[in-house]
């Protein structure tokens, strides 16, 4: 783990409110496995005081690209980042995916900007593996398919592909899949990991999710972001010992 | 070449830069970006006789220029620490102050019994900002006589130094640091967090579970200097200031107000290496001052 | 089209927005810069019998997310607030809430007693943050026996609404609320500026002169929500919210917490129209979120 | 008074620490007189949260100048913005200098940045009246002339015209100077004031200077900026009643 001032390379519009930035961080990039994050001071004074949390979203050679929305004031900050300025990345954090054996299929679901951890993830998959992206969005314009492989999307409103949730794409689609020995990954807000949960346990899929919360560290120090286990008596961390969790292992 | 070590209550810190309780953990996290031996201590998280699940979340929010938290003192317990933490907590060469949260006064003095054993601890932190379960979740930190009692009864169990963590929602507390005094206790520590809230505009809810937090931050750090400078006025006990401290600037105006050393809390959180970078800071503002021993600052407000 | 009008004590404000003491002076500087007929009401610079020079300066000084004033209630004193101010407020179509500061009892009295003959004064805001002359220099607002009997006794003088403008360097502000309910005050105002200070840590001297200030602005936001809340909670009287206020999202979250109106302050020198914008701000949230009159959400938080 | 949102045209740095910047701001430019300052509030966020004062330093039809050095994070962040960003500006503010009658030569003293509103009181004074600049700075390149009419420079070091300060420059210059009817114009720092007040008052000069202080709101209503006068029981505000004054009337 580092703390690395690093030059931003590029910073990319990829839709309405949607940017990718590209940064020079050469040692938290010799490190990232998919689905850590890193967080991120993105002033250099205290405003905002906090860092805020990005899953890494892709890596190429020494640079890191991160995918994100404007939320609030941090993001509109690094929304106005131009190249040649900096962002502050403490990273690579939290424990990513386990996505090496035991799977033939590899199916991502993913709602909205929760399509950030799977770039990297798709691009260091054995090639062996088949890849299915499942993504969820509002509307056509809320579909992100920058660095996924064989995609099919989901709107709220019909406006792209499968009208209605990912989740019920993902039901739809689960009889093609489930011949295959498979393994879900899935990113997005907490109704929709809470809706796949029930459908992962309920038929015993083998499923991945990462969560999201509000933090102040991002390692461990704080213990400002806990997450009920299904089995113990202690809160585990989604900063240190998530953010990417059995879907059978947590409470939503 | 100034000297920064300073000297509370017969013990030796090697600077005045400590890691505030609830802010480093049990140390080995914070580990990975700093270089522990380099700071003056390092205060543990609170810690109860028996593990605390803490709060449900969300436990934490930004607010201007300072966070809210109600972690609820979740802690491994006394048990726990002895056997998992205190092994990576003996080989650091700093000074080890355990912090001791309760719910009633036998506890604080069972847990401060059982922990003056451990070599390894050098001081105890009495946080007193805790709901007194016997008065019905009143704070101890608001009641002067639970203040002077514990002192009292926990002083009695250890020889080692005991510093009382004061609450600042109060309206004196240079009161408290004076019965911190009569009682025995060997130093004050000023301030825990302040009480506040926040909450969400199209819910309705707090944003933090249990309604309430504590503030912390830069935000603070006004209040923070005047409860100091209160003491410092008023009571002649060592004072540990905590508040706000970002940076050396930040720390050398604390001890101004009458701080021997001080903890930084949330800053370790952005930038966990905050405590290496305030020693040095320290360390070119007396040269550059001629200050030849860091404790000449304590208190030396020019009224 | 949602209704903002507001009732507090049986007067009607036509909106919750009120300029706050001390931040608006007598209202006609700002009103080079905003439209005071929009807004709900004025409170007037804190006026004492005889005029007051105040402190030297340094006055001011800004600190994260907030600034630190020790004005020391300078004022024009009661006769001339009369004579020469009240000509230009009396022609606003606002309310008009005069706050009194004073160093004694009988001094507070004295005041209500002479301003409630003016026709334009709507109602007396009594601010018991003053250093109390007789008991040597603590403070009216820490005392609960004091804000009890100040409450009764201005009220004896007037027929007009009283809201005493409570201090929030107290552990529990709820209990001085209650008593001005058992002493027939017609509200609080909550909050008043915390206790801090700053110090240049080259000269090593206060960034203010009088060393201590009071705190306010955003970075105080999260104080005065819980304290809001706090008597909210605990005694059922009108509340006037005070603290941090910048925008219409701040306005809503103090509301919701459990004030019936709210006064705007330290933004004011930064933008002197922000009462406007915060007025058009609560009608489109109001009428987004389906909301008739703007006192459903006077304490509507979800626990 | 307006509260106008300006554009930045241009930012140049005139020295090393020392900016000189250009903003459009037409209805603050039709009513600036010489003296008077803008309270600015140089971020759109809280951070720093109050406006900074700066003394209009030139008007070029709808546009304003400001002259600043970086002081602390406000001016930090001023020095930063690029052509097309925004100030918000709060002016014209306080009362101007008292330039149009009474005198033939108008003898300016300013040290360091207190040079900043004479460019505009030069351009604006009348064709028929004399002009001497006496400028001082630690050093050379705290000498700024910009805009100025003969001028005559004083620093600490020596390092450009008079060695010494400002003031004992003008007492060597006086001679020359005295033969007229003249009016001093100063602006700098306290420690510089209080030297020519004293000088002033004793020779019974015609002078006003303008003064620095802490401010909040910038136009009397927060009562930050105290000023003892000579003549008096109540403070005069430096924002409202000043910042210029007569130097026999207040206490520095
Ligand atoms: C492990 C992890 C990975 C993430 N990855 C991405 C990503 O790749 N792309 C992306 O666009 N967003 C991501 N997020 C969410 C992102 O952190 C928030 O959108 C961001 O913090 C909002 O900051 P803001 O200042 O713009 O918003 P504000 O609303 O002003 O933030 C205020 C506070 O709330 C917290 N907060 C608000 N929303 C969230 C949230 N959803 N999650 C966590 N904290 C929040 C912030 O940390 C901050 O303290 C991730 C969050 C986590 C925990
Ligand atoms: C009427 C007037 C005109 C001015 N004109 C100019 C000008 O033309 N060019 C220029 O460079 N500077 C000028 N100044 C000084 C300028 O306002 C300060 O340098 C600036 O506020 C510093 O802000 P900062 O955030 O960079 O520094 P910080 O030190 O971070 O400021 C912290 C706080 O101190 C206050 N402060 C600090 N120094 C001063 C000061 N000397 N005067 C007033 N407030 C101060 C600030 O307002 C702020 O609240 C003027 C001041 C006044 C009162
Ligand atoms: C997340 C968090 C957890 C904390 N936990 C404790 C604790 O367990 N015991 C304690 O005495 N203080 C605790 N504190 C208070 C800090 O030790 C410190 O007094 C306070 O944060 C003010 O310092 P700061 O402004 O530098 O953060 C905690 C603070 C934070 C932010
Ligand atoms: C410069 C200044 C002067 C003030 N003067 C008074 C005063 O005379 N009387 C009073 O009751 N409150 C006074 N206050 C307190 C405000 O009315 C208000 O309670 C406080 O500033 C918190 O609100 P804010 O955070 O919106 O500024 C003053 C505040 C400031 C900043
Ligand atoms: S964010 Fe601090 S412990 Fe997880
Ligand atoms: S700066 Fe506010 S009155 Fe002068």
């Known amino acids: 783990m580092y703390v690395e001032k690093s030059k931003v390379e ?15 961080a050469p040692s938290i990039a010799s490190l990232v496995k998919p689905g850590q994050f890193c967080n991120i001071k993105v002033s250099e004074n205290s405003f905002p005081l906090l860092r805020r949390p990005f899953s890494i979203c892709d890596v190429e050679g020494d640079y890191l690209f991160f995918l994100f929305d404007i939320h609030g004031e941090g993001t509109k900050l690094i929304s106005k980042k131009k190249p040649g300025e900096f962002l502050e990345l403490l990273g690579p954090l939290g424990k990513g995916f386990n996505y090496n054996d035991g799977y033939d299929t590899a199916v991502i ?22 890849v299915i992206s499942l993504l969820g969005g509002r509307s056509k314009k809320n579909i992100v398919t920058y660095g996924l492989k064989n995609v099919l999307a989901a709107t709220d409103d019909g406006s792209e592909g499968f009208h209605g949730t990912v989740v019920e794409l993902l039901k739809r689609e689960i009889k093609n899949i489930s011949k295959d020995n498979f393994r879900i990954f899935a990113c997005g807000p907490t109704p929709m990991l809470k809706a796949l949960q029930k459908y992962c346990v309920e038929n015993n899929y083998d499923c991945q999710i990462s969560v999201e919360c509000a933090m102040a560290c991002g390692f461990g120090i704080c213990q400002g972001c806990p997450i009920d286990p299904v089995n113990g008596d202690s809160y585990l961390l989604v900063c240190k ?7 059978k292992s947590i409470k939503l | 070449m100034a000297d920064l070590s300073i000297n509370i209550a017969g013990l030796r810190f090697k600077n005045p830069v400590l890691l505030a309780s609830g802010t480093v953990g049990y140390g080995n996290e914070i580990a990975e970006f700093t270089d522990l031996n380099k700071l003056g201590g390092i205060v543990t998280k609170s810690l109860s006789l028996k593990p605390r699940k803490g709060n449900p979340p969300p436990r934490i929010t930004e607010t201007p220029s300072g966070m809210l938290n109600a972690i609820g003192l979740a802690n491994v317990g006394v048990e726990s620490f002895i056997k998992d933490k205190i092994p990576f907590l003996k080989k650091l060469d700093t000074t080890l102050i355990c912090n001791i949260a309760a719910s009633t006064i ?9 922990l003056t054993h451990e070599e390894s601890i050098h001081a105890f932190e009495i946080n007193v900002s805790c709901p007194n379960v016997r008065e019905g979740g009143l704070e101890f930190g608001n009641d002067l006589n639970a203040v002077g009692r514990i002192t009292e009864k926990v002083k009695a169990v250890t020889k080692k130094p005991i510093f009382i963590k004061l609450s600042p929602n109060v309206s004196r507390i240079s009161d408290f640091a004076k019965l911190v005094k009569e009682n025995g206790g060997d130093g004050v520590s000023a301030i825990n967090t302040l009480v506040g809230t926040a909450f969400d505009i199209y819910t309705r809810k707090p944003k933090i579970k249990n309604v309430t937090g504590g503030l912390s931050g830069p935000a603070i750090k006004p209040v923070a ?50 405590g290496v970078e305030i020693v040095d800071g320290l360390k070119t503002y007396c040269e550059q001052n001629s200050i030849q021993n860091i404790s000449e600052l304590t208190g030396s407000y020019q009224i």
Chains 1, 4 share one sequence.
Do not use: H
Not at chain 1, 10 to 24: A, P, Y
Not at chain 1, 109 to 130: Q, Y
């Open chain 1, 10 to 24: 590029s910073i990319q519009k990829i839709s309405e409110n949607i940017f990718l930035i590209k940064v020079l």
């Open chain 1, 109 to 130: 679901v993913a709602g909205g900007l929760g399509v950030a951890p799977f770039p990297l993830l798709s691009k260091n998959l054995s090639a062996n593996k088949k």
């Open chain 1, 241 to 247: 010992d998530g953010p990417v969790f059995d879907a």
């Open chain 2, 106 to 114: 036998e506890e604080y003095v069972e847990c401060t019994r059982i």
């Open chain 2, 225 to 274: 200097l005047a409860k100091i400078l209160e003491i410092k006025r008023n009571v002649d006990i060592p004072i540990i200031g905590i508040g706000g401290i970002m940076d050396w600037k930040d720390a050398v105006e604390i001890m101004i107000v009458g701080a021997s050393a001080f903890q930084i809390g949330t800053v370790n959180f952005i930038n966990p290496n905050a």
